[in-house]
């Protein structure tokens, strides 16, 4: 599991194991001040690097 | 009242650590701590059943031995179950707890165990269950087995129990009403005060500790992983079909994405009281990016999106409460075959 969230500390605390920081609590993964197109790659950047975080880490024996 | 007690192979004289391998087992009544604890439960009161098991064997075979001794229990219709104290023993306390769970959710009786509170027994199950501060030092075991038995005859009489340091239990991160004299603000100043001067004072907050969680394995072959989507950021479709709380929500529920390539505000709402959602409502992907994992979906970045994404609200939660709900969706995303979990959190 990965967690993407703006409350990194919260993550901390509970032992949130692969945490990618979004970008904003009332946005996690998006942005209302870009435009649509810009707002689609953040969000595609924001679930590439989720997707990175769940290979990353020792594997399965 | 009829009374089932759960020993280990140790307190229930099978022998010492050269028999922790030893079977699940029945005795008709009392046994060693059970003979001291029937006469304190009163009068009427008998041990019907003394379960034993080998320390190893209990923790390696958990599901087994819980279902061994749910199954030996039923027909008795007893009123209590008790089990330990176990101290400081770590696999006799993951036993007790485990057992008590169970037979509590399953034979809707009340169960009483006794541990000390660094017993790992105590992280695992003291939200599910009366533990009662057993120490460390087994020679205590008269005190404790009282402490069990008149907590665990208040439970079976269904009378009020009192706080944690009146009954002698461990804390269960309960929240309960009460009427208390002075403010808080007179409190507060009351404990600083004493703080100051170096004398005994009692906080009104529970540390709270979490046990660490280990990282699950990486995904080896993304390529073929069925990734599902959750959030705690309170997006449910319109009208609120399982009616989440937005606060201190009890339920979860899991919403269909199947054949949608991105989410659209007019048929979601945000039950979540802790963020300004005007942004998740105006485009639902800012939370539950659906749209950018569909392409990474066609684009054979992964296998498959699972075609249902979880929600719930996190905001002012009691840790009871969350991690029931935690367990709750882990059933369905295992049952459902999912690999991977992205969680979006507010």
Redesign the interface.
Known sequence: MVQITSALPIAKMIGSNRVVLGNGIVHVTGDAKLSPEDEKDLRRRLVQKALDALQSGETQK | MRVVHYLNQFFGGVGAEEHAGAPLQVRDGAVGPGRLLEPLLGDESRIVMTLLCGDNYAVENQEAVIASAIEKMHPLRADLFVAGPCFDAGRYGMAAGALCAAVQAELKIPAITGMNEENPGVDLYRDALYIIDSGSNPAKMREVVGKMAGLGQKLVQKRAVGLPAEEGYLPRGLLRDQVVKHTAARRLVDMLVAKLNGTAFESEMLPVA?E?????????N?SQ?R?MLITD?GLVPKGNPDRIQGTAATRWGSYSIEGRDDLRGEEYEISHGG??????Q??P?????L???R??EKRG??GKLHNEFISTSGRVNPLANTRRLGREMAQKIRRDGVD???????
């Open positions: 979490f660490p969680t280990p990282m699950p394995a990486a995904i080896k993304l992983a990734v950021g963020y300004d959602a005007r942004f998740v105006e485009d992907n800012r939370l539950v990016p749209d950018a994992m392409e990474m970045v992964i991977a979990v992205i969680l979006t959190s507010t």
